[in-house]
């Protein structure tokens, strides 16, 4: 009976190790199965965000058409996770509008992200955001294994084109259940540092500092998606940077929501202008034109970056009648502009363009319209063809006021239309300058488009913009005063309010015209530099402190002095305009003085009161004379001069050729 028994066990054993061996043979023939699986790369369509991907390093394709500026993009170089990883990819020359694979890391949030223009791509600008990427070639690292499936945030993931394969979060099992395992291909799947989590994948390395994300965190923070635990919960107490659960996959609801607000941006600081479209809504038109209008107006609004401290945008649209769509302080950033031009209907009517620019100039750039003041007024006209009433006048005006007028012409009149035309050659009658800058002649509506990114330039290249400058905001103005005897202390106090009168009338600050005064006798006196005072009042307070001197009379003494102690601190780009008032005939010589002034391109106007001589005044004063010297015979008349005075200096500003 014991051999039986002992035989049986010698066969149960036998049979075990057979087994045993069996089992780590197909085990590692499952293994050599398994090892090396076939890598293949996800593709994804152009409007995914990076930050809807969980994974913290990947290779994706691309497909063709991720040029585009619908898909937005934030930043350079480093990019904020809101932005689309193709956008980002051609931004960065990495690949261009034709597609291709690329390798995608994960890196910590910034605490901005500045907007720019490369590779056909305009990148905007963001204050901050928790989470950044950055893009290269698809060269894969060594050691690093690289998904062949992406791992998205929401469980609608986004569209892919065919042959992607996704895999979303899944909701945490309920309390009192057993987790779903993970699978040896999920685990083959991720990179390697992720293996040792292999409940999830690894958080993103990024800032946790609460803040460093810009949307306020809403009220129901701590509640989660689908009867989740919310934060005080057992299960919930370790989260990652944005907020989720990592031990469990929580995914918070402003995640999973398909509604997911675009940040905010501020606007681009290097683009402050306050912008007026006025946009060509006449029957003439037509509604599929006018739909090309439209979006070529949403991507500018896109490409621009529209935010307070950058470019403002508003429409006006103009038909037998001109009509605001909206103002400058409307709406405050990109996403809103868009949305309210998709909005705008057709008017209908003429073409009157004259009609138009008047009420921009009177009405539009006004400050309860929103216009700031230190930015600079831009209008782009858009045309289609001709107008049909003048421009020419009315944009005059609009030049005089320091507006800058860009004119865009789309199919404009072919010769055997050009009897039609009511102003030939209206373009150039219109804009700032004839030189090309300020005027684009489209071919076809079709081509629209190309125009936009020279537009953007232009636009905000505000070196340029010549218009801002006006004959009130763009000059130094030197007075030189004859604090001599002859005047006397009343007198002298008349004079300083003829020079606060005439500093009145112009735009004072450090950016606009500045101004400066000196005192002469037989002596002279810098009484304030152009860099002394930089707002009104601190120049009227002290025009009305400069003290009276007495003395002698030596103005040609006085003028060598103001070129060399005021004049000489001018800005390069600033008009400089001398204003000599004396009473009297010079005790010097005032002819080589004079000359010099001129030479050095200072335009001198002299004004003399009651015993000046006024064959000096004339050969002081700039040529032509007569509109350079003013003569009263009592000190109580140089308030009436004042008017003249102003006038002159701004019809010579706007006389200088416009080429």
């Excluded at 991507?299 to 935010?307: E, P, R």
């Excluded at 101004?515 to 005072?533: C, S």
């Amino acid at each position: 009976m014991g051999i039986v028994v002992l035989t049986m066990k010698a066969s149960v054993i036998e049979m075990f190790l057979v087994l045993l061996v069996t089992g780590i043979h197909s085990n590692k023939e499952m293994t050599k199965k398994i090892k090396r699986p076939k890598f293949t790369v996800p593709q994804i369509n152009c409007d995914v965000k990076a930050g809807k991907i969980i994974n913290p390093e990947f290779i994706v394709k691309c497909p063709a058409g991720c040029q585009d500026p619908k898909y937005h993009v934030y930043g350079t170089g480093i990019y904020a996770s809101y932005s689309s990883v193709c956008g980002a990819a051609v931004h960065s020359g990495v690949l261009d509008n034709s597609g291709g694979k690329i390798l995608v890391q994960k890196v910590a949030g910034q605490s901005g992200y500045k907007g720019s223009f490369s590779n056909g791509v305009q990148s905007l600008s963001l204050p901050r955001w928790r989470e950044s990427f950055i893009v290269s070639e698809s060269k894969p690292q060594k050691g690093v294994t690289y998904p062949s499936t992406l791992t998205y945030s929401s469980s609608k993931s986004p569209d892919a084109k065919a042959g992607e394969t996704t895999k979303a979060y899944q909701r945490p099992s309920a309390p009192g259940t057993t987790a779903q395992p993970v699978t040896l291909m999920q685990i083959l799947a991720m990179p390697a540092a992720e293996v040792t989590h292999a409940t999830l994948p690894k958080p993103f390395p990024f800032a946790t500092s609460a803040t460093s994300s810009p949307r306020p965190q809403p009220v129901g923070h701590g509640s989660w998606e689908m009867g989740t635990p919310k934060q005080d919960s057992p299960g919930a107490a370790f989260q990652d940077p944005m907020g989720a659960d990592v031990s469990l996959g929580f995914i918070p609801k402003e995640e999973l929501s398909t509604q997911s607000s675009e940040p905010v941006s501020q606007g681009d600081p290097n683009c402050k202008v306050d912008l007026s479209f006025l946009i060509d809504g006449s029957s003439g038109i037509g509604k599929r034109r006018f739909q090309i209008q439209k979006q070529f107006l949403a991507d500018i609004a896109q490409a621009l970056d529209i935010g307070p401290a950058g470019p403002l945008m508003g429409v006006v649209q103009y038909g037998d009648n001109p009509a605001t769509q909206f103002n400058l302080k409307t709406h405050m950033n990109s996403r809103d502009l868009k949305t309210a031009i998709e909005k705008i209907t057709q008017r209908g009517g003429l073409s009157n363009v004259g009609r138009a620019i008047s009420f921009v100039t009177k009405t539009f750039f006004s400050k309860a319209n929103g216009n700031r003041g230190g930015a600079p007024n831009v209008a782009v006209v858009m045309v289609d063809g001709w107008p049909t009433d003048k421009v020419e006048e009315a944009s005059r005006l609009a030049r005089e006021s320091g507006i800058n007028i860009f004119f865009i012409t789309v199919e404009a009149a072919a010769e055997n239309e050009k009897q039609y035309v009511m102003e030939p050659n209206f373009a150039n009658k219109a804009v700032c300058r004839t030189n090309g800058f300020y005027s684009f002649n489209v071919q076809s509506w079709l081509g629209l488009s190309k125009t936009m990114q020279p537009l953007v330039k232009r636009v905000c290249d505000t070196d340029r913009l010549a218009c801002s400058k006006t004959c009130l905001n763009s000059a130094d103005i030197g007075f030189v005063i004859d604090g001599s005897s002859s005047v006397g202390t009343g007198n002298f106090r008349t004079v300083l309010q003829f020079v606060a009168n005439i500093s009145k009338e112009f735009e004072i600050s450090d950016t606009d015209t500045r101004i400066g005064a000196v005192q002469y006798t037989y002596e002279q006196r810098l009484e304030f530099g152009f860099d002394k005072y930089s707002t009104k009042p601190d120049i009227l307070n002290a025009i009305k402190r400069v003290g009276y001197w007495s003395g002698g009379t030596s103005t040609g003494a006085a003028i060598h002095y103001a070129l060399e102690q005021l004049f000489k601190k001018s800005k390069p780009n600033k008009r400089k305009l001398m204003i000599l008032i004396t009473d009297g005939r010079s005790y010097d010589d005032v002819r080589i003085p004079a000359m010099a002034a001129h030479q050095k391109g200072v335009i001198t106007y002299a004004i003399g009161v009651a015993w000046a001589a006024q064959d000096e005044l004339e050969v002081i004063a700039t040529h032509p004379a007569r509109d350079h010297s003013f003569f009263v015979d009592e000190f109580d008349n140089l308030y009436k001069s004042v008017p003249r005075i102003i006038q002159n200096i701004c019809t010579e500003f706007n006389a200088q050729p416009r080429n």
